[in-house]
């Protein structure tokens, strides 16, 4: 291998990977693509379980946008672990939905190879008082902490902690690998005059989690929709393939009936997410479309936020008033 890479997972993420490292590369890689098949499987049989209001006739249209999704094509293609975190998720919801929550909050924890992703899980469960699931939230991430200090021990965790906040590796991946950052706190990397924006982002992630969790009845699906969204658009450093964490979304719409109010939005979305390398690769060709390798994709989903809290209260509204006729 040739040039500078970046291993920037916890330490425990190499254990967990372990028995693949010790296979033949191509072995491996087969392996890998089938976990992630398999991965993909488990979102889509359990979107659909959550989505009762999916129509029979609707569902292979379901599992047809799935697999085209963008974002699934770049996490096979890059050998990422997104579905994996997404598989982890669903199911979590899945023992939520089926009053298993202490399961529910270490499934969640599990996907911890991700930290900049589960970072806003802490503030739903708090949100809720879903005290138990907090528990095992917080029992399996301890157990990942500890395995990570067992890996590389004091001195390893600190030299991972240094290299996350180096100047190496904010120029080689935070500014380096921005055109293919899909949050809102990608632009204080994409743009000198808005450094500070990822905190900022992640401050407004917490708070928007807090209150969408606070002001909504339970219910697995929505609450999976509504973190896996906001988490997209205001975590830290989430990457195309990290997009994944928008099918939800659509199943969401999809089986409230609000799917063809947010159609065009989800339309834009779409695009700018197949075409960003597209992008990418004429903001380097031609220097006056520099703004095309922008992360254009989170105004839309930032849009797709507002736009979903009204369509849902609008939703809420109507079935209130349904309810109450004679």
């Given at each position: ?61 379901v599992v047809l946008g799935c697999v085209a999704f963008p974002p699934v094509f770049e996490a096979f293609a890059a050998g990422q672990m997104s579905l994996i975190f997404l ?240």
């Open positions: 291998m040739t040039g500078f890479s970046w291993f920037v997972a916890p330490p425990f993420v190499a254990v967990l990977l372990a028995p693949l490292g010790a296979l033949a590369y191509l072995v491996a890689a087969f392996c890998f693509a089938v976990i992630n098949g398999l991965a993909l499987a488990v979102i889509i049989r359990g979107l659909l379980h959550l989505a009762p209001g999916i129509r029979r006739e609707d569902r292979r249209l598989a982890l998720w669903v199911t979590a919801m899945r023992c939520a939905a089926d009053g298993r929550p202490v399961w529910a909050g270490m499934l969640l924890a599990l996907a911890a190879f991700k930290p900049h992703l589960v970072l806003l899980v802490p503030c739903a469960l708090i949100a809720r008082r879903d005290w138990r699931a907090l528990a095992g939230y917080v029992v399996v991430g301890s157990g990942l902490l500890l395995v990570s200090f067992a890996a590389v021990g004091q001195r390893g965790m600190r030299n991972w902690v240094d290299a996350l906040g180096s100047a190496a590796y904010r120029e080689l991946v935070g500014s380096g690998q921005a055109w293919k950052t899909i949050s809102l706190a990608a632009w204080g990397e994409s743009l000198p005059a808005t450094r500070g924006l990822g905190i900022l982002s992640l401050g407004v992630g917490a708070i928007a989690v807090f209150m969408a969790a606070r002001t909504s009845l339970p219910d697995p699906l929505r609450d999976l929709a509504v973190l896996s969204l906001l988490t997209v658009v205001f975590s830290p450093h989430a990457m195309l393939y990290d997009g994944v964490l928008l099918l939800p979304i659509a199943i969401w719409l999809l089986s409230a009936g609000l799917l063809v109010r947010a159609r065009w939005l989800l339309l834009v979305i779409w695009v700018l997410l197949f075409s960003t390398s597209m992008r990418h690769a004429l903001a380097e060709a031609v220097p006056l479309l520099g703004w095309a390798d922008l992360p254009l994709a989170a105004l839309p989903m930032a849009v797709l936020v507002w736009r979903l809290r009204q369509l849902d209260g609008t939703d809420r509204a109507r079935a209130t008033r349904s309810s109450r006729r004679p």
